[in-house]
């Protein structure tokens, strides 16, 4: 025991020792590309190094031990080592205190057979460079023989050398132990010296390991510990070298390993776990990546690892971390002429941008409050500087040739233009563009007569997929390349361009058009892209739900959607369960039922973060429907907070629709208060912008609480709802759905009833008959009683008593049916 540890103070010569000098000559020439004078006399850091380090400091305490019980006098420099070594071992981080700190003291002959274990293995035979090759088995097979006469003790140590290594998480659990190692070898300042004699062998080790560590760049010591990692899961062990990357283990972890653990946390929405692996496999794979086209083996092909970071981002809804990924992106590709990287760079950053959780978390707008901004919510600058980068992206798609790039680019251009307006004539030309493109592409004679001549001219050479996370764009799955995935995107982007095409038809009230167009996508497959096949039928039940009630709705969406056997074992997507939730919303409308119109508004809501990423729109959308609920059951402070609580929301997110819808709740909420001079300054404001963008469904619904605002305010202004609602009443007919033209025919014949004169009898009982027809045709039964009710009124009123009788009878019979509610 005494060749390898003097118990004492530790001093001597180790201040002239000119170890880090040499190794500081050795890092400048590996630096420098020149590579050490001799492998073999260089010093480096190795897992195996770390484990027999560690297994120093367990031998000098537990020595330390010995030679104070076997002291026949009070020997107070044992006591002194000892205390020391208790010092270093607490300060050390809790899981490597624990397992260095053995529980019991391990008896003289199992300290000696540790003793020369140790000096074996820090004997010049055994350098670093020796050590490669080995693996953790073997150090511990070596351990159990060098303590073969003491099993139970050799397995102790084992056991606390395994949770050693599995301490070391992070890169400061291997600087704190270095630093006690340090300390250990008599090189802490103000320690009063080392427990080992530095001159020794087992000092010298361990004074050169410390000092191999110290330069280490900060990567270097990630790399160590991923080493270490490596080391404990069986994989032999290699030196890292004060120079940075050593030799042929660069990267101790294989790829598929990480990537496979990088997927398992995203999976597990574990976030930082998730990225941290991210980050291992880049280290792992840097200049080794293909990238693209001809990878940049020199740079480590950095904007690859960036704009993969992005999409983890857009994965996890971190939008803004997400764009400043992206700039770094932007800029490297430019400075390493990576074009097509830059192309679906530009791509990722459009996504980006024109999502409502960018805009709202980048939102520099004032808060609306109760009076401000409601005139302006449709538009912004963000669209304006969105557009000009489309235009980049799309020109550079078309240089370079890739054609899911061009008709992105192409087919959001198009969704912004429907949200700021009429766009008949852009989504025209968008499709023409888009329709050529999917020729093109889908042309399999030409790709088979041409061959590789072909896909080149096409720009879908093979070549390996740029993201490992398609899934990360969202709706847009544009960041992959290849014959065998460009075809499917343009395929998905056509599609959602018809989707498109059936929004326009929508906006202009051509109801019935707009769902014959979303069952020919549906019926077209389109590659089977489950997003497409959602959307389409939600238009298609949203129509039944408009002209044949709930329960029609319902069966259409049991219809239409696939069976739970081939529908990822009966799990609904999120689209599929707003539709249905929809649908279970309007049902309970249809009776009164407000608690059940809370509880579908709630299961909605929940909906917006029932994924990685927050929902922004489908949270405004629960917004609404629980405004509608809390307006109809006589909340109306709940009501007003909730429309100015989702205003905010579309205000600042750039959703300009629902935005003019909240204004016409906010509205119908002032009316019920019977603040008539408000409720006009919404309603005036969203009439006035759903015009202008050409929302004809939108702007009759404003039509509609305007001419109810004008009947409110009594006098001549009923005049007025009168002509209002006869001039707008063809509108109603054709692009209104049934309970909203049964809304405007009773309203318009409570008008008339008010303001009387010659026919007004006739007139007002017609149109009470067609509004009883449309709420009788969607099954609304709360409607149809306020339509007996009316009509009792005014058949009195008329001296109708006959048909006043009957329409009382058939008002208390719906008002016993509905249990009062409603």
Not at 156 to 167: H, K, R, V
Not at 358 to 380: L, M
Not at 582 to 588: D, T, Y
Not at 778 to 794: F, I, P, T
Request: glycine residues 10%; charged residues 25%.
């Amino acid at each position: 025991m005494g060749d390898a540890v003097a118990v004492g103070n530790g001093l001597g010569s180790s201040g002239d020792w000119s170890g880090p000098t040499d190794l500081a000559q050795d890092h400048d020439r590996d630096r420098l590309g020149l590579g050490p004078k001799n492998q073999e006399d260089s010093v480096s850091i190795d897992p195996h190094g770390c484990a027999l380090c560690a297994l120093a400091l367990v031998y000098l305490h537990q020595n330390a031990l010995c030679v104070q019980q076997l002291a026949v006098e009070e020997d107070l420099r044992a006591g002194e080592m000892c205390e020391k070594c208790d010092e270093i071992i607490g300060s050390l981080p809790r899981g490597q205190a624990a397992a260095l700190s053995l529980g019991l003291p391990l008896p003289t002959e199992a300290v000696d057979g540790l003793c020369d274990f140790l000096l074996q293995g820090v004997s010049k035979r055994s350098t670093p460079f020796h050590h490669q090759g080995s693996s953790f088995e073997d150090l511990k097979g070596g351990l159990r023989d060098a303590l073969m006469s003491h099993p139970d003790e050799a397995e102790e140590l084992c056991g606390a050398l395994d949770f050693f290594l599995n301490s070391l998480e992070t890169p400061d659990d291997l600087v704190m132990f270095f630093a006690r190692a340090h300390d250990l070898a008599g090189g802490g300042a103000g320690q009063g010296g080392g427990v080992v004699e530095p001159n020794s062998m087992l000092g010298v080790y361990l004074r050169e390991r410390c000092a191999a560590f110290e330069l280490l760049s900060f990567e270097g010591v990630g790399r160590l510990l991923r080493r270490c990692e490596s080391f404990m899961a069986g994989e032999v062990a290699e030196c890292a070298t004060a120079g940075g990357v050593g030799g042929k283990g660069a990267g101790a972890r294989s790829e598929p390993a990480l990537l496979d653990r990088f997927l398992r946390d995203a999976k597990r929405r574990d976030y930082y776990s998730a990225l941290s692996s991210l980050h291992a496999y880049f280290d792992c794979s840097a200049g080794r990546h293909p990238g693209l086209r001809g990878g940049d083996h020199r740079l480590g092909n950095f904007e690859h690892a960036t704009l993969e970071m992005a999409q983890v981002h857009v994965q996890f809804g971190q939008y803004g971390e997400a764009a400043k990924a992206l700039e770094e992106t932007l800029r490297s590709s430019q400075q390493n002429t990576n074009h097509v990287c830059l192309a679906h760079s530009l791509a990722l950053m459009c996504r980006v941008l024109s999502s409502p959780e960018y805009r709202f978390e980048s939102c520099t707008r004032p808060k609306r409050g109760r009076d401000a901004g409601h005139n302006h919510c449709v538009g912004d600058a963000n669209a304006r500087r969105l557009r000009d980068l489309l235009r980049h992206c799309l020109r550079r798609s078309r240089d370079l040739r890739l054609p899911h790039l061009e008709c992105f680019a192409l087919v959001e251009m198009a969704r912004i233009a429907l949200e700021e307006g009429d766009a008949t004539k852009t989504v025209d030309a968008v499709a023409d563009l888009v329709g050529r493109i999917a020729h093109v592409v889908g042309n399999e004679s030409a790709e088979t007569d041409a061959g590789d001549a072909a896909l080149e001219d096409l720009g879908l050479e093979p070549c390996p997929r740029l993201s490992l996370y398609p899934a990360a764009a969202g709706g847009s799955e544009m960041l992959r390349a290849g014959a065998g995935s460009a075809r499917g995107l343009v395929e998905e982007l056509a599609a959602s361009l018809e989707l498109l095409r059936v929004a326009r038809w929508q906006d202009k009230g051509c109801r019935d058009y707009a769902a014959s167009l979303a069952r020919k996508v549906l019926q077209a497959g389109y590659g089977g892209s489950e997003a497409t096949r959602d959307a389409a039928v939600a238009i298609m039940v949203a129509h039944d739900l408009e002209e044949r009630g709930p329960e029609a709705a319902g069966r259409s969406l049991l219809e239409l959607c696939p069976s739970p056997a081939t529908a990822h074992a009966g799990m609904k997507t999120k689209r599929q369960r707003r539709t249905e939730l929809g649908v279970e919303f309007w049902r309970a409308e249809h009776v009164g039922d407000h608690a059940s119109c809370l509880r579908a508004a709630s299961a909605y809501a929940l909906l917006a973060s029932s994924t990685d990423a927050f929902d922004v729109a489908t949270y405004a959308e629960a917004k609404l429907l629980e405004g509608e609920a809390l307006l109809r059951c006589g909340d109306l402070e709940g009501a007003i907070g909730c429309s100015d609580e989702g205003f905010e929301v579309c205000y600042r997110s750039g959703l300009g629709r629902t935005a003019l819808e909240f204004l016409l709740l906010s509205a119908r909420c002032l009316l019920a208060c019977g603040d008539h001079a408000g409720a006009a300054r919404y309603v005036l404001s969203a009439r006035h912008q759903s015009e202008s963008c050409g929302w004809e469904p939108l702007h009759l619904e404003a039509t509609l609480v305007l001419a109810r605002t004008y009947k409110c305010q009594g006098g001549r202004m009923v005049r007025r709802a009168v002509d209002l609602l006869r001039r707008e009443m063809p509108g109603f007919a054709a692009k209104c759905g049934a309970v909203t033209r049964g809304r405007a025919r009773l309203l318009l014949a409570r008008c008339i009833i008010h303001q009387g004169g010659e026919g007004a009898a006739a007139e007002s009982l017609a149109e009470l008959d067609s509004a009883a027809d449309l709420f009788a045709q969607v099954g609304h039964r709360v409607m149809l009683r306020e339509c007996a009710y009316v009509e009792a009124l005014a058949c009195d009123h008329y001296g109708l008593k006959e048909r006043r009788d009957e329409a009382a009878r058939r008002f208390r019979e719906l008002d016993v049916g509905l249990g009062g509610k409603g």
